[in-house]
């Protein structure tokens, strides 16, 4: 092309409208929602409870939206239950549990009444759920429905999708966010019926499922349960048992809710008996994307929800979950295990920190022990072991060691980490930023107000020093706690705050208890406590 034909007007009209055009459609392009790690700093505290309470039933119900997509794996060999009024393998997708207690509500065997009555009372004359609709007959003569309780057991690993959470909850709060907005692609169901829409949404996830390469979806209601695809794949059935008639086809009394709950509860920890492995290297959060999770709910803001997101962006989410579920699994970290090792070290340390009834004395000692593992003390005149330590600031180092202390295990397996490990990673360093900055802010305040026990006056009575401070340090730890909102702060605790339950472990402890394990107070543990452990120590 010649130099003047360039600079027709022309062409170069042409030209400038192609690149309008060009531009426009770039700007009406929708972006793309993707993963970002400002975005799982900003919602640290949520990822960080949700691994803590995956595959628990007690932050499980605690924290009941959930919004994680985690690959899991039932080992070979576990053992599943199947309640229902049938005796032989379903035929399509069905519900199994985890305890028997859980599978036994649903294995109950009735009375049918005569054909055209309907003997069952209403939930509102007798406050009680009916569970089922008695089938007509023909004569008068007595029939009965038989329940029947399956036992399966998992002839290979069983792959599943967990979504945590109370995802059971057949509820309008948030519990189906992650099934009917976005595995569904929001495909809610105005009028549930009877069976709370679970038969429809149970076909279409298990379709979904079946092309992901998953036998089924893992949630929890009160108890962990899985929506089993084909019962043909997987499991073996390997005891049948016919349930006993009872006459009334009331919830109670052949459901007896009180050991249904018990069984679930001996779960808040986890499932135990190694039933499940979560992979958390493959975990996707909703909290990962720059969503809008507000509640449309006034009366719930405390809710997060995925009803205020788009279609495009659930489906963006929808992509993301399958591109992570249908790859290898990965297991490189267990996330969950470092979780749990902030949590045992700093809960009952910041309940006491928090609490405006602790002693002083107390608070002193848990906020000094709490930091002093991350301070490099400052060498003195008369050492004789001293090292050099080029560059060092005692507050900057001490505040890094803290953030990082419980993730150094998870470093070694660095060079492995995918997209959703440094995600995590991103969350659980911001958390602990938190934690270990309120810590050392709050020895900072207590330092300067020489918070070290009590005084006395000229009359020689009792005072306390730097109560202003002593405050505004419980202050600082009363919100760290708000921002955290861990789980475990919710749950009735067996001693106090400044008490711990103790039996004798060597070196010591005392006769009473060995004998009588009970909550001691903080001022009678102490390294004279003894008398149990044979020779006394104490004495040699």
Request: aromatic share 10%; proline share 5%.
């Amino acid at each position: 092309m010649t130099r003047s034909h360039m600079s027709n007007p022309a062409v170069m009209m042409l030209r400038a409208l192609a690149c309008l055009m060009l531009c426009g459609t770039l700007a009406s392009a929708r972006k793309v929602v993707l993963p970002d790690h400002a975005t799982a700093r900003k919602n640290s505290k949520h990822i960080f409870n949700a691994i803590d309470s995956a595959g628990r039933q007690w932050g499980s119900a605690i924290h009941h939206n959930g919004f994680s997509f985690i690959p899991t794996v039932i080992p070979k060999g576990t053992l599943l239950y199947h309640g229902g009024q049938s005796s032989t393998l379903p035929p399509t997708v069905e519900w199994m549990a985890f305890e028997v207690e859980h599978a036994e509500a649903f294995a109950f065997s009735q009375e049918l009444p005569p054909s055209g009555q309907n003997e069952r009372a209403t939930a509102d004359d007798q406050g009680q759920i009916p569970l089922h609709e008695p089938r007509s007959s023909s004569h008068n003569e007595t029939r009965y429905e038989r329940g029947y309780l399956q036992t399966y057991r998992a002839y290979r690993d069983v792959n599943v999708l967990y979504l945590d959470g109370m995802s059971a909850g057949k509820t309008w709060m948030g519990t189906l966010d992650t099934q009917d907005l976005v595995l569904r692609e929001n495909q809610s169901i105005p009028d549930w019926g009877p069976s709370f829409g679970e038969r429809e949404r149970s076909v279409q996830i298990c379709s979904l499922l079946a092309d992901w390469g998953y036998d089924g979806l893992m949630r929890a209601e009160i108890g962990f349960e899985i929506m089993y695809c084909d019962f043909s794949s997987g499991v073996d059935l390997v005891a049948v048992k016919r349930s006993s008639i009872h006459q009334t086809g009331l919830l109670e009394p052949y459901t007896n809710i009180f050991q249904w709950s018990r069984a679930v509860a001996e779960r808040y920890d986890g499932l135990g008996g190694d039933r499940v492995r979560l992979d958390f290297s493959s975990l996707v959060s909703c909290y990962f994307f720059p969503i809008d999770m507000s509640n449309p709910d006034p009366e719930r803001p405390d809710l997060h929800r995925l009803a205020s997101a788009s279609i495009d962006e659930l489906k963006d989410i929808k992509r993301h979950v399958k591109a992570v579920a249908t790859t290898a699994r990965r297991f490189t970290v267990n996330w969950q295990a470092a979780v749990d090792l902030i949590t045992a070290r700093y809960a009952k340390r910041l309940a006491v920190l928090a609490n405006p009834d602790s002693p002083t004395e107390l608070f002193k000692t848990e906020l000094t022990t709490a930091t002093q593992t991350y301070i490099d003390a400052s060498p003195e005149p008369g050492d004789i072991n001293k090292r050099g330590r080029e560059g060092w600031n005692e507050t900057r180092d001490a505040l890094l060691a803290c953030e990082k202390h419980y993730l150094l295990p998870t470093y070694l397996d660095q060079n492995r980490w995918g997209a959703q490990d440094w995600l995590i990673h991103t969350a659980l360093r911001a958390v602990m930023s938190d934690i270990c900055s309120t810590l050392f802010l709050a020895k900072s305040v207590t330092d300067q107000g020489g918070i070290t026990g009590r005084n006395h006056d000229a009359a020689g009575g009792d005072v306390p020093l730097g109560l202003d401070q002593l405050r505004e340090a419980r202050t600082l730890f009363d919100e760290l706690k708000k921002r955290l909102n861990w789980s475990t702060w919710r749950r009735p605790q067996l001693c106090r705050t400044d008490e711990v339950l103790l039996t004798a472990m060597w070196p010591w402890g005392s006769d009473e208890d060995h004998w009588n394990p009970e909550c001691r107070k903080h001022d009678v543990v102490h390294s004279w406590r003894g008398g149990y452990w044979k020779p006394d120590w104490r004495y040699r």
